[in-house]
């Protein structure tokens, strides 16, 4: 009897190759469309679920995202001190420059230098030679103030040269430097203080050797070794007629908050003026990025959770109650007057900041210019008190983004979601290959029976026509 050589003995890859031999069905085809008809429901059911939770992590991430950038903005505003800038102007900056930080007050100076501080700079008396012959042995002690320290000279190197490096290259070296200047036949030692004030002059001792670094030596009984080029001074200004020294050009200590940079001295009796202001335009600054930043938080709510009917596509959080909890609570916060201002200004709307239809943000900037002008402090608390609006909205947003808040109680209950979606997913794969294999297997069998009795048939056809064969040669 003829047999089919075909086999499916190689697990589900072998059965399938082996379909349709008896049949000529394509089995493979047909199992697959089987599978797909009894599983559909599940698996569109599944993609959907997944879909619709990657869609809703996403959104919360988009509204975590910009309550952290509408909180950044807020930094800069939820506080009374935040509004404390100053500006501060020289009235000739040829003179001196000034700069000013929260603690100075509003005010107006008249500003009077008659010295600057300068730092000591001495040049040697003229010493034979390039610099390169040696002049002594021994240790040159310098003093740059209260500071010292030591170069020590041996034979090799006893040169001006040498000595120059020494200094400059002393890693305790407070601030002298050593430069040598030449001249025909001569060269002479230059020493400079980086420091300045009176307190900060140069001396220079030494010690042992054989006595040949004398002629360096600086101090109150050797004042003729060296020529004073310029001398250690403070510097001396007068503020409101008050008479301030300093050991340096930058002022700090003066006004309380300023620092003023010395340039020049001014003409005798004729003081330059100084005027420290509220820096408003700094505040308004930022408040325009406040209002900026909280107009593309809305614009982010709204995305997600409005229903738009012209496309009929609903946002991702359209409905949900963390969403509409933030929303409501910003707005709210926004259209209320702050309590602990007792004045006609003490909204935002006061200061000419109008929500819009779409729950958007309006400034008004001369309103509000105007506000600062009248009542620089009033709109300060109406913004930064702790009742204030900035404040009181920046204690919100600070909630909304800490762990075991609304929102990171969505993100948990999403992400285990996610988790029950994908074991689903596998659940639905399983399934799905289980009823494959019960289908592959009644098709092979199937299979094997069509196949067989094709064979049986195409046996007892030829046996039929052999004995025909027979009884007709008989």
Same mark, same amino acid.
């Given at each position: 009897?003829?047999?089919?050589?075909?086999?499916?003995?190689?697990?589900?890859?072998?059965?399938?190759?082996?379909?349709?031999?008896?049949?000529?069905?394509?089995?493979?085809?047909? %199992?697959t469309?089987?599978?797909?008809?009894?599983?559909?429901?599940?698996?569109?059911?599944?993609?959907?679920?997944?879909?619709q %939770?990657?869609?809703?992590?996403?959104?919360?991430?988009?509204?975590k995202?910009?309550l952290?950038?509408?909180?950044?903005?807020?930094?800069?505003?939820?506080?009374?001190?935040?509004?404390?800038?100053?500006?501060?102007?020289?009235?000739?900056?040829?003179?001196?420059?000034?700069?000013?930080?929260?603690?100075?007050?509003?005010?107006?100076?008249?500003?009077e230098?008659?010295?600057?501080a300068?730092?000591?700079q001495?040049?040697?008396?003229?010493?034979?030679?390039?610099?390169?012959?040696t002049?002594?042995?021994?240790?040159?002690a310098?003093?740059?103030?209260?500071?010292s320290?030591?170069?020590?000279?041996?034979?090799?190197?006893?040169?001006?040269?040498?000595?120059?490096d020494?200094?400059?290259?002393?890693?305790?070296n407070?601030?002298?430097s050593?430069?040598?200047?030449?001249?025909?036949?001569?060269?002479?030692?230059?020493l400079?203080?980086?420091?300045?004030?009176?307190?900060?002059?140069?001396?220079?001792?030494?010690?042992?050797?054989?006595?040949?670094?004398?002629?360096?030596?600086y101090?109150?009984?050797?004042l003729?070794?060296?020529?004073?080029?310029?001398?250690?001074?403070d510097?001396?200004?007068?503020?409101?007629?008050?008479?301030?020294?300093?050991?340096?050009?930058?002022?700090?200590?003066?006004?309380?908050?300023?620092?003023?940079?010395?340039?020049?001295?001014t003409?005798?009796?004729?003081?330059?003026?100084?005027?420290?202001?509220?820096?408003?335009?700094?505040?308004?600054?930022?408040?325009?990025?406040?209002?900026?930043?909280?107009?593309?938080?809305?614009?982010?709510?709204?995305?997600?959770?409005?229903?738009?009917?012209?496309?009929q596509?609903?946002?991702?959080?359209?409905?949900?109650? %963390?969403?509409?909890?933030?929303?409501?609570?910003?707005?709210?916060?926004?259209?209320?007057?702050?309590?602990?201002?007792?004045?006609?200004?003490?909204?935002?709307?006061s200061?000419?900041?109008?929500?819009?239809?779409d729950?958007?943000?309006?400034l008004?900037?001369s309103?509000?210019?105007?506000?600062?002008?009248?009542?620089?402090?009033?709109?300060?608390?109406?913004?930064g008190?702790?009742?204030?609006?900035?404040? +009181?909205?920046?204690?919100?947003?600070?909630?909304?983004?800490?762990?075991?808040?609304?929102?990171?109680?969505?993100?948990?209950?999403?992400?285990?979601?996610?988790?029950?979606? +994908?074991?689903?997913?596998?659940?639905?794969?399983?399934?799905?290959?289980k009823?494959?294999?019960?289908?592959?297997?009644?098709?092979?069998?199937?299979?094997?029976?069509?196949?067989?009795?094709?064979?049986?048939?195409?046996?007892?056809?030829?046996?039929?026509?052999?004995?025909?064969?027979?009884?007709?040669?008989?």
């Open positions: 009897m003829a047999t089919s050589t075909t086999s499916a003995t190689s697990g589900t890859g072998g059965v399938l190759s082996s379909l349709g031999v008896g049949s000529g069905i394509d089995i493979n085809s047909l %199992v469309q089987l599978v797909t008809a009894e599983t559909q429901p599940d698996t569109a059911r599944v993609a959907r679920e997944s879909s %939770v990657a869609t809703q992590l996403t959104a919360v991430g988009q509204l995202g910009a952290a950038t509408f909180q950044s903005a807020l930094s800069s505003i939820n506080s009374q001190s935040d509004f404390q800038v100053k500006s501060a102007t020289s009235a000739d900056d040829k003179i001196f420059t000034v700069s000013a930080n929260s603690a100075a007050a509003a005010g107006k100076y008249q500003i230098i008659s010295r600057l300068t730092a000591q001495l040049r040697s008396t003229p010493i034979a030679g390039d610099g390169t012959a002049i002594g042995t021994g240790s040159l310098l003093t740059l103030g209260t500071k320290f030591i170069v020590n000279v041996d034979d090799t190197h006893a040169s001006l040269n040498a000595i120059r020494a200094i400059n290259n002393a890693t305790d407070p601030g002298i050593a430069t040598i200047v030449h001249s025909g036949e001569t060269s002479q030692l230059v400079s203080s980086s420091v300045t004030g009176a307190v900060n002059t140069i001396s220079v001792a030494t010690s042992g050797g054989n006595g040949g670094l004398g002629s360096l030596v101090d109150a009984s050797h003729t070794n060296y020529t004073q080029l310029q001398g250690a001074q510097a001396s200004i007068k503020i409101a007629g008050v008479t301030v020294t300093s050991a340096k050009n930058a002022v700090t200590t003066a006004i309380d908050g300023v620092t003023l940079n010395l340039l020049a001295t003409a005798a009796d004729t003081p330059v003026s100084l005027t420290v202001a509220n820096d408003t335009n700094t505040v308004i600054n930022r408040i325009q990025t406040f209002v900026s930043s909280y107009n593309t938080l809305q614009g982010v709510i709204a995305k997600l959770g409005n229903y738009d009917s012209a496309s596509v609903a946002g991702p959080l359209l409905g949900d109650a %963390v969403l509409t909890g933030i929303s409501t609570q910003l707005r709210r916060t926004l259209s209320s007057p702050v309590p602990s201002v007792n004045s006609k200004i003490n909204t935002l709307a200061l000419g900041i109008t929500t819009n239809k729950g958007t943000l309006t008004d900037a309103k509000l210019n105007s506000a600062l002008s009248s009542g620089f402090n009033t709109v300060s608390a109406v913004f008190a702790s009742d204030g609006v900035a404040a +009181v909205l920046s204690k919100f947003v600070d909630g909304q983004l800490a762990s075991g808040s609304s929102i990171d109680a969505r993100n948990k209950t999403l992400a285990t979601r996610q988790k029950q979606v +994908v074991q689903q997913q596998a659940a639905v794969s399983a399934r799905q290959q009823i494959k294999d019960r289908y592959t297997a009644q098709f092979t069998a199937m299979d094997k029976a069509l196949a067989t009795m094709q064979q049986t048939s195409s046996y007892l056809t030829q046996q039929f026509t052999n004995l025909a064969k027979m009884l007709n040669g008989s």
